[in-house]
């Protein structure tokens, strides 16, 4: 599937700032289900710096400072994208019980390092708690296939919590959405990626999008979607490394070829698409828009404009040249 993604970022600030430096992680990963066709990343104001670099996760982090007052920023990043349903290694033990795979991670001297060791640790959006582990013990009974145990939990988050907007902030602790049984994407994803690892798993936050369809008889409302969040989790190799299988606990349901992958790290804080550092503006507004299509549904789109802006031309009246004045009169 190839699709187009626009996603748009505006900040409109009071007082104006007079100098900013921004990080962004706005383009999308090459990974073994997806290629990157194109992606065009515009800033305005053109910023005095800008360049771009692999982070610690392999994710293209974008940076870029503006050394000018300024009232107002928008990012608009536009990328295609070959996206294919997401396959399994060979060498994945899709089988293996998860309490083996909790033993391969914990820490013993001389032990080769993997790593998957980095997702099992604690971060700031996804700290220990017991209440993970309580909410967790159900799904994860003695000698259960790592892989059937982080589904049915990917399961009972879909079927237990509610999808609520307005019930939780970036900063609301997961702990608390745990709690409440309700929240957007990026909860549900700290929640489950917090079980997992309370029981000795390694589990990772992933960003990007998915492709939503309207209403039937209703147009794509462009700028309407949003990012989305979901967890993969590793499943070691039987004699060497493995694979990271992916879980979207807010649809119930692995990803497939409608997902685009933007980043991966230990929770949102590594991977949120924009942030900075401010001199000035003490205070701002925010609009985000995504737009995420198949690309054949923007071509036809494209088409559809030139026709009708040809038509219109073809329907003008015939009038005559405008005079354009001598010398002397365009002087006078």
Not at 66 to 90: M, N, Y
Not at 156 to 161: G, K, V
Request: net charge negative; glycine share 6%.
């Amino acid at each position: 599937m190839l699709l187009h993604v626009t996603h748009e970022t505006r900040y409109d600030y009071t007082p104006p700032v007079e100098t900013a430096q921004h990080l962004a992680h706005l383009k999308p990963l090459v990974t073994p289900s997806q290629r990157l066709v194109s992606h065009k990343l515009v800033i305005t104001p053109e910023p005095a710096q800008r360049s771009e670099s692999p982070d610690i996760y392999g994710n293209a982090r974008a940076f870029f400072a503006l050394d000018s007052t300024h009232q107002k920023l928008v990012v608009t990043a536009e990328s295609v994208v070959e996206t294919s349903k997401p396959v399994l290694g060979s060498d994945a033990a899709v089988s293996l019980p998860w309490e083996q795979v909790r033993e391969r991670f914990q820490y013993r001297k001389g032990s080769l390092y993997d790593a998957a060791s980095d997702f099992v640790y604690p971060s700031p959006y996804v700290p220990r708690h017991e209440d993970f582990a309580a909410f967790a013990r159900p799904s994860f009974t003695p000698g259960r296939p790592t892989f059937d145990a982080a589904m049915d939990l990917c399961l009972r988050i879909y079927n237990e919590f509610d999808y609520d907007t307005t019930s939780t902030e970036v900063s609301t602790p997961a702990v608390e959405a745990l709690a409440q049984r309700g929240g957007v994407c990026q909860d549900f994803a700290h929640i489950m990626i917090a079980c997992l690892r309370t029981m000795g798993l390694p589990a990772r936050y992933v960003s990007g999008y998915l492709l939503t369809q309207p209403a039937p008889g209703e147009p794509r409302l462009v700028g309407a979607d949003a990012s989305h969040a979901w967890v993969s989790v590793y499943l070691p190799g039987t004699d060497g490394p493995g694979d990271w299988a992916e879980f979207d606990p807010t649809n119930g349901r692995p990803p497939g070829e409608d997902y685009v992958t933007l980043a991966i790290g230990r929770d949102y804080s590594d991977v949120s698409p924009m942030r900075g550092v401010l001199h000035g503006g003490a205070r701002h507004t925010l609009k985000v828009g995504v737009t995420v299509m198949p690309l054949e549904e923007l071509a036809a789109d494209a088409r559809f404009a030139a026709q009708a802006q040809s038509a219109s031309t073809a329907a003008m009246p015939t009038q005559d040249p405008p005079q354009i004045p001598s010398q002397s009169q365009s002087q006078s």
